[in-house]
């Protein structure tokens, strides 16, 4: 059985899908793109600010399901530009910590939805 995921805390999705879905003992989230949940706009600067925006996203549909950070088993960051992924890194390890690091995916792309400059999803074990 699967349950959909949602907060007010995150921005809402802009088509046909979920923010997450829960099926088992998993959260499955949607990519999240950089926006400002209280200007409804990209998080102001570049890929670091960007970054850090993208994470909080994903952390507070986390949290509105039970689980934090630290349950992510993977996650994919999607990149505009490989050239930024060492100051994606830098914001990334902050936000993950330094130990017990999920599994993680980054791939540059062609185009991300509203010209973004990152976007990542994950998948999380709810305790």
């Known amino acids: 059985m699967k349950e959909i995921i949602a907060t007010e ?18 959260i499955f989230t949607s990519g999240q793109l950089p926006i400002d949940v209280s200007t409804g706009e990209f998080a ?12 909080l996203n994903v952390k507070a549909i986390l949290e509105s399901a039970g689980a934090s950070l630290q349950d992510v ?3 994919t960051v999607f990149l505009s530009d490989m050239n930024n992924f060492a100051e994606m890194n830098k914001v990334y390890s902050e936000l993950f910590g ?15 939805p509203k010209d973004a ?9 709810v305790k």
């Open 9 to 26: 805390k995150a921005p809402k999705a802009i088509g046909p899908y979920s923010q997450a879905v829960k099926a088992g003992n998993f």
């Open 98 to 112: 330094t130990e017990k690091h999920p599994a993680r995916s980054a791939v540059q792309v062609a185009r991300l």
């Open 44 to 55: 102001k600067g570049g890929i670091a600010e960007q970054t850090r925006q993208s994470i």
């Open 117 to 125: 400059l990152v976007e990542i999803e994950v998948v999380a074990l």
């Open 73 to 75: 088993v993977k996650s």
